[in-house]
């Protein structure tokens, strides 16, 4: 069981990973290990192979080799135990209430340049990585209470729609760990974004709290001066539905004109 668990773990995000896999260095990188076993394992070209063994056998792994090997696979298995952990070990998705409107890329440039009093805050992700997956309760939850007319919360799929992650500059490759990101739009323009990246592509560590992002973001601040807009829109719309009601005259004014009345009502009698 403890050997099915990792391979069928594999098999599911097989689709996903085989897209980043298929490129010219991990292919050049896979194509070096294997001629190094194939030709320290095939007869007639091992023999010419000089070797530090006892016994002279060159077609074997000689005591320098074996400690190379296991020096490199415990640094590869330290680097990425994380990953590991959480590929066996998914967290569940996240199905609970949340205020967030789910672009495509097709609607994500029309939205974002709708209104340009509105300030957007854009989460990149893929249903396939795991810190996305972990990161959406935070999300939702920030939805929840900062969410108003002035101030709205989205995402996006890169895994799903490429053309927007080259567009946003947002790498969807596990190894640039810029899954997920956080971009701050105002006037369909950004403005920032967390994780900021560096010069060789890879994302600056960051943590992804909710006290991080209220604080990076401004949020509270943002908050308040989108109620504003919210308030201003809402006084346009009910003088729109409802036209100001012309002012009473003052019951003063109306007794003095009634008595006016009597009076002129007498003399002609």
Not at 160 to 170: A, D, L, N, Q, T
Not at 254 to 259: I, S, V
Request: net charge positive.
């Amino acid at each position: 069981m403890a050997l099915l668990t990792p391979l069928f773990a594999f098999l599911y995000h097989l689709p996903q990973v085989y897209k980043w896999l298929l490129k010219p260095y991990y292919v050049a990188s896979l194509f070096m290990s294997i001629a190094f076993l194939a030709v320290r394992k095939t007869p007639g070209i091992c023999d010419r192979l000089a070797t530090q063994r006892e016994d002279g056998n060159s077609c074997d792994f000689d005591w320098r080799e074996v400690e190379i090997l296991m020096f490199l696979s415990a640094i590869v298995m330290m680097k990425n135990r994380r990953a590991i952990f959480l590929m066996t070990c998914k967290p569940p998705l996240y199905m609970g209430p949340e205020y967030i409107k789910y672009f495509s890329d097709k609607t994500i440039d029309d939205e974002l340049a709708r209104d340009s009093r509105v300030t957007w805050i854009v989460e990149f992700f893929a249903n396939w990585s795991p810190e996305c997956q972990s990161f959406a309760s935070i999300y939702a939850d920030l939805s929840l209470k900062y969410n108003c007319a002035g101030l709205k919360f989205g995402k996006v799929d890169i895994g799903r729609y490429g053309e927007v992650s080259k567009k946003y500059k947002v790498s969807a490759s596990p190894l640039s760990k810029q899954l997920p990101s956080l971009v701050l739009f105002q006037g369909g323009t950004e403005v920032m974004r967390r994780p900021q990246v560096d010069k060789k592509g890879r994302a600056v560590s960051w943590s992804f709290t909710e006290e991080n992002i209220i604080r990076e973001f401004n949020l509270n601040e943002l908050y308040q001066k989108s109620k504003k807009l919210s308030k201003s829109r809402g006084d346009k719309v009910n003088q729109s539905q409802f036209p100001p009601v012309p002012e009473e005259e003052e019951p003063e004014q109306q007794g003095a004109e009634a008595q006016g009345e009597e009076f002129e009502s007498k003399k002609d009698k």
